[in-house]
């Protein structure tokens, strides 16, 4: 696959719901010991509805259009702190899609990259704060390191990049402490433990992997 259509992004998302089914328990019982222990309900949820949302606005024959749009039914789906930053990261993406019909391999290092901002604005958080920014702003550095050094990158390659930046941003929250939430309140209980933000932000770019690794 060398182009991304508007008639894919419907699909590529289901993989990101899929893998959010399977990883709801997993996230909830993280969230339980710092947070409001449902994350994986959230992700699961918003994830999940949003591949018909966008579906049903392929019509409008402008993947930024069509992203924006499935991203603000997205959020009011799960209208929890998580599901606005997520819904907000896409929103972000969108932005640089308008009048596209078609993505490149390296418009995915834009839409990370891009998702990556629009969580640091709606979140007001910083690298090191211990949150999803952590994974997904590692995530879209890697990436974008591999198109810069190989123009020839494919999909594939591009996630697979962004997936192991998030690893290494996941690892790294092990030594951070909360500053947001219910979870800075249990701060002592963070050492050395991934924040589950952090991680529900490498599946999600995961679940984009698992697309295009299907597709080969």
Do not use: W
């Not at 998580?82 to 009048?99: D, P, V, Y």
């Not at 078609?102 to 839409?111: K, N």
């Amino acid at each position: 696959m060398d182009k991304l259509t508007i008639e894919n992004i419907p699909q590529m998302f289901d993989y990101v719901g899929i893998l959010f089914a399977e990883k709801r328990d997993e996230l909830c019982a993280m969230d339980a010991v710092m947070g409001d222990g449902d994350l994986g309900l959230t992700m699961s949820k918003g994830y999940g509805a949003l591949p018909a949302f966008l579906r049903d606005l392929t019509g409008e024959g402008d993947i930024g259009k069509m992203m924006l749009k499935g991203a603000m039914k997205m959020q009011n789906t799960v209208p929890s702190t998580m599901g606005t930053l997520m819904s907000s990261g896409i929103m972000e993406a969108s932005k640089a899609f308008r009048g596209k019909t078609e993505l490149v391999p390296a418009d995915m290092v834009t839409y990370v990259t891009q998702f990556a901002i629009g969580i640091r604005k709606r979140g007001k958080c910083e690298l090191g704060d211990r949150t999803i920014l952590d994974s997904v702003d590692a995530g879209a550095k890697r990436a974008a390191a591999l198109v810069e050094s190989d123009a020839s990158a494919s999909f594939l390659d591009v996630l697979t990049a962004a997936v192991e930046g998030a690893e290494e941003g996941c690892e790294a929250t092990k030594g951070m402490l909360p500053k947001f939430g219910k979870a800075a309140v249990h701060s002592a209980k963070a050492k050395g433990i991934v924040d589950q933000g952090a991680l529900a932000g490498k599946y999600m770019l995961e679940g984009l992997k698992n697309y295009f690794a299907d597709q080969q």
